[in-house]
């Protein structure tokens, strides 16, 4: 097989040298391999969490024309994703608004569990919010920060977090 | 893991059921019918009286306490729980007797009726990890019941089942179907709870938990005050690490 591997071609991390792509790691003698890999990734630096991948959501969706909550964007963890109890996940969601008929609210929400809810002062805007989620040494068990930008002065702004005991949410 | 409390309000029922004006022995009066029945009182009266005969017992009651576990968010797997008490009364403890936090197989969710006496009785199961003294009780001093695992494995189910959860209270002499020493005419152990809605001294039920894998969803959700305004996300990015 290509490459010294049985089944499919290996990731891109795994077949290039860092610094000379052209050179596929197993195309170089074996110890010497083993060598560059330990010192691209000192012991220390190998340990949990380390990301799984990226999610991304691109299409556009448009609140419907009344007054209730509906759910713009969600994603949703298939078991096992998170494995680890210091394992977790940062996300990024943004967003136009416009009108003047009062204040919009972005609300983030886990497990249907309410994070924290970003509101937007009237007329047109662009908000953006940004958070983090991290396993606290358990997996039912995590820590959160959030921050967002309204469009508004004072630019960014910090989210308050709900009573961090009431947000429990198994990721496993 | 996070925790909800449960309170006495319109959708929990907390009374008791009882024997009582008898005169007959402890076995009797424990395995007899019930004669008395309140859930609409503020207060849950436990009671354990002796009759004026030797070895004779005119009354004795079980506590009821129900909570809606509706609060409780979809998915929640329960990891444990307290039940808090506010006893109005010290008691005077003339049987040496214990509470004995129970199950509490009633006929029905929102109310209690005299044959929920027997039901108590049945097959009684302990819920809490430890019983209470009714030496240390004190007046407008909470006392607490730890849920076992017992309890736990039961409103687990009753949760999912959309059930209400249930509790017991009973003398540890009705318990454990043995009966305590006779000591005096008219001697009498008496406990006055609270159950008073939207007050600092109603009984409080705590549920510890954590929202299952499945339901592990991150949404974004947005509200407009008006409804001819717009709102629109137009990305989510979401990076995971384990």
Known sequence: MAYGYQGQRPPLPDRFLQGQITVPRSQVPRALAEELKDAAIPAQFVSYPRLIGVYNDHAADTVAADTSEHTMKSFKFNPGTIYSTAGGFKFRAGGDCSGTGGVKTITVKFGGITIGTLSVSTGTRSWLLEGEVWNNGYTYQQRWRLIAYDGASPAIESMNVSDDTSLSVEML | ?242
């Open chain 2, 1 to 242: 893991m996070a925790s909800i409390t449960m309170e006495s309000s319109a959708s929990a029922v907390d009374g008791y059921v009882g024997r009582e004006g008898a005169s007959e022995g402890w076995s009797s009066l424990i395995s007899s019918a019930g004669n008395n029945a309140d859930y609409t009182d503020t207060r849950v009266i436990m009671k354990l009286t002796a009759y004026s005969a030797l070895d004779q017992w005119s009354a004795v009651r079980r506590g009821v306490f129900m909570f809606d576990p509706v609060s409780l968010p979809t998915g929640a797997v329960i990891l444990g729980g307290s039940l808090s008490l506010n006893p109005q009364n010290t008691p005077t403890d003339n049987f040496l007797s214990e509470l004995v936090l129970t199950n509490a197989p009633v006929t029905s969710p929102t109310s209690l009726i005299t044959a929920d006496y027997a039901l108590l009785h049945s097959s009684p199961e302990e819920y809490g990890t430890a019983r209470v003294a009714v030496s240390s009780i004190s007046a407008n001093v909470r006392f607490e019941f730890t849920l076992n695992s017992a309890a736990l494995t039961a409103f687990q189910s009753l949760y999912d089942s959309g059930g209400v959860f249930k509790l017991g209270l009973m003398f540890d002499w009705d318990f454990e179907s043995t009966s305590p020493v006779w000591v005096g005419g008219s001697a009498e152990d008496s406990i006055t709870i609270t159950s008073v809605s939207g007050v600092a001294n109603h009984p409080i039920l705590t549920i510890e938990y954590y929202v299952a894998t499945d339901y592990a969803t991150l949404e974004i959700v947005g509200q407009k005050a008006s409804a001819g305004d717009t709102l629109t996300a137009s990305f989510l990015t979401v990076e995971a690490y384990t």
